[in-house]
């Protein structure tokens, strides 16, 4: 069991010499786990990482003792150092000068994020995929999300809706279906386009029209063919790119956004090499390599494009935001074969994924397959990657959702070639990381939610809950009702890696696991069950409805700031959106079984809604 007085020693290459599970047993780091950690961080075993030129300082706090030369502010003025940084230095992100240096980079950072007081809001949970309408073209749409929000604000005076992640997956088929996954968390995901809002479109309805029947049809099947989806919605814009004069304030997005002439060019690459970045030819395997740039060139025209769609998506989406407040989600990590691990190769692992290790649920552990960043090189790149990641999900959002938010402590790495059991923990500065974070949230004006289920370290959620960032409680896992959570948390009955209520409550949940060959913890699925009858006071046999909705009711209960009941549970849907450790073809790919132009007149959904017409929006 669990020694408090034994604490895991971090070396200086951040990695941690071992872990107590979740049973509280121990687990030591390996002598060849940590070689081989070491090489995926690109550094040698003899040489630790130098300390790195970058300092996050909270407001009103002296900082760099020894300093001398100039301070260039993020607003282009200038502060003469001498001995130590001022302590009224304005927040941002600024570059000390020094002689014989190279420049430093300072983040000035508030002390907490942004939250509202008083704060007591809810609203749905929804895959976006999912929420279709009769106008939807197989998929859910950034058109669908705005009447989701309009109609959520207006009528049922929800405050805020919580999305899966919209990143961008590969822009080649097949079609990466998990949301989790991305290409880029920096961009969205052109499947997301509503194509009738597109500038133009209206012009060229004939010509669209049968390519719409076509999308349109796709709403027949409820299982979502993101390849079938793509190839229309691609014939779709390429004919409307074709007809685009120009507009001043494309020009103007595309100039402003970091990274997006770097996202566009390799989104070009990719339809002309179609294979994977690491398989390139060499001249254009470095987004700074000179035969980049010439190819940039050559396919201006396709570079255009793909900068173009990420334009109407920054536009449907404000529209949809306007509404509503969204809260985006953003995954713990990219695809290692996509966008940002090509632009920021030199900052991420080569021989590691992030993962988890084995726990009670999960008794093999996990590999995500998803590169982690390196602690010092991130360090070193003035944490820009990590800068552009946050501020990129916070663009248009009221609020944002840390997936997996311990990784902003430590991440358990999984070294290519062994398993999840002989993994290890790699810290992180948490408190930059933190910095960053409060400081782009309080420039958003966006509250914060750290994702903390699971295996959370001594002292992690009381730091978050200083920074003010929001918990997370699930009444799955709780053992207590949610009239005894805690005020700084966001409660759901359900997260989308868990059993929906009629999933859990029918045993279908069970059976589903089963038939794909997994071996579900039915003790533990069991003891949710229970709970969930000594809760509501409801018979065992009660009917799935009535369930749902004295479930909701105790829900409502919730001192919590914001309270998220899922668009699956108020349809009764009985899968889960996603069941971890398999492959399955429904996983991410099941619309909700009713339109929206349905959802608004169902009763089981407004019964749902009218639980929360307490809470305050």
């Known amino acids: 069991m669990s020694d408090p007085a034994r604490r895991p020693r971090t070396d200086p290459w951040s990695i941690?010499?071992?872990?107590?599970?979740?049973?509280?047993?121990?687990?030591?780091?390996?002598?060849?786990?940590?070689?081989?950690?070491?090489?995926?961080?690109?550094?040698?075993?003899?040489?630790?990482?130098?300390?790195?030129?970058?300092?996050?300082?909270?407001a009103g706090a002296m900082g760099a003792p020894g300093a001398r030369g100039r301070l260039v502010l993020e607003d282009?003025?200038?502060?003469?150092?001498?001995?130590?940084?001022?302590?009224?230095?304005?927040?941002g992100y600024h570059?000390?000068?020094?002689?014989?240096?190279?420049?430093?980079?300072?983040?000035?950072?508030p002390a907490r994020c942004h939250l509202p007081e008083p704060f007591r809001i809810w609203g749905w949970a929804a895959q976006l995929y999912a929420t279709r309408s009769h106008e939807s073209w197989g998929i859910g749409d950034l058109g669908d999300l705005r009447r989701l929000a309009r109609w959520s604000a207006r009528t049922l005076r929800a405050g805020v809706?919580?999305?899966?992640?919209?990143?961008?997956?590969l822009v080649t088929m097949p079609q990466q279906s998990s949301p989790y996954y991305p290409s880029s968390r920096r961009f969205r995901n052109p499947l997301y386009l509503r194509v009738e809002d597109v500038p133009g479109a209206g012009e060229a309805a004939s010509a669209l029209a049968p390519i719409a029947g076509d999308g349109r049809a796709l709403n027949g099947d409820r299982h979502i063919d993101r390849d079938r989806v793509f190839a229309l919605k691609m014939r779709a814009l390429e004919l409307l790119w074709s007809r685009?004069?120009?507009?001043?304030?494309?020009?103007?997005?595309?100039?402003?956004l970091p990274g997006l002439e770097d996202y566009a060019v390799f989104c070009a690459l990719t339809e002309h090499h179609r294979r994977h970045w690491q398989a390139w030819p060499e001249e254009h395997r470095r987004p700074d390599a000179p035969g980049v740039r010439r190819f940039a060139q050559e396919r201006r025209e396709r570079v255009a494009f793909h900068a173009w769609l990420q334009w109407l998506l920054d536009r449907q989406l404000a529209a949809a935001g306007a509404e509503l407040a969204l809260m985006q989600d953003l995954p713990i990590g990219v695809d290692p074969d996509g966008a940002d691990a090509?632009?920021?190769?030199?900052?991420l692992a080569r021989g590691a994924s992030v993962g988890a290790p084995p726990d009670r649920y999960i008794v093999k552990g996990q590999d995500w397959g998803l590169p982690p960043f390196v602690p010092h090189r991130l360090a070193d790149a003035g944490y820009e990657p990590f800068v552009q990641t946050v501020r990129a999900a916070l663009r248009h959002a009221g609020g944002l959702r840390i997936d997996h938010v311990m990784g902003l402590f430590r991440l358990f790495w999984v070294p290519h070639g062994l398993t999840p059991a002989d993994g290890a923990f790699v810290r992180y500065r948490a408190d930059d990381l933190l910095g960053i974070v409060a400081l782009e949230s309080v420039r958003a004006g966006a509250f914060i939610v750290g994702e903390d289920l699971g295996t959370v370290e001594d002292g992690v959620r009381e730091r978050l809950a200083a920074q003010a960032i929001l918990g997370y409680r699930v009444v799955w896992f709780e053992p207590e009702p949610p009239a005894r959570y805690p005020a700084m948390a966001l409660a759901a009955v359900t997260t989308h890696d868990l059993p929906t209520i009629h999933g859990l409550w029918t045993g279908a949940d069970i059976a589903h696991q089963k038939a794909v060959g997994?071996?579900?913890?039915?003790?533990?699925?069991?003891?949710?069950?229970?709970?969930?009858?000594?809760?509501?006071?409801?018979?065992?046999?009660?009917?799935?409805?009535a369930v749902v909705e004295a479930t909701h009711r105790l829900l409502a209960e919730a001192p919590c700031a914001v309270v998220t009941p899922t668009l699956d549970d108020a349809l009764l849907v009985e899968e889960r959106p996603n069941m971890p450790g398999t492959l399955v073809a429904t996983n991410w790919s099941l619309a909700l079984p009713k339109p929206l132009e349905e959802l608004e007149q169902d009763p089981v959904v407004l019964g749902v809604a009218r639980a929360f017409a307490g809470r305050t929006a």
């Open 16 to 58: 941690d010499d071992g872990y107590f599970d979740a049973l509280g047993d121990w687990h030591e780091t390996s002598a060849s786990t940590h070689r081989t950690i070491v090489r995926a961080m690109g550094a040698g075993p003899e040489t630790p990482p130098a300390p790195p030129r970058v300092r996050v300082l909270r």
């Open 95 to 109: 570059t000390l000068h020094e002689d014989d240096l190279p420049p430093a980079r300072v983040i000035v950072a």
């Open 244 to 256: 685009f004069g120009g507009d001043a304030a494309f020009d103007r997005f595309r100039a402003a």
């Open 161 to 169: 809706i919580l999305l899966n992640p919209l990143a961008a997956p």
């Open 76 to 91: 282009g003025g200038e502060v003469p150092v001498d001995g130590a940084l001022p302590a009224d230095l304005p927040l």
């Open 342 to 347: 090509w632009t920021w190769q030199d900052v």
């Open 518 to 545: 997994l071996e579900p913890n039915e003790n533990g699925l069991h003891e949710m069950r229970d709970r969930l009858v000594a809760m509501t006071g409801t018979a065992p046999g009660a009917d799935v409805r």
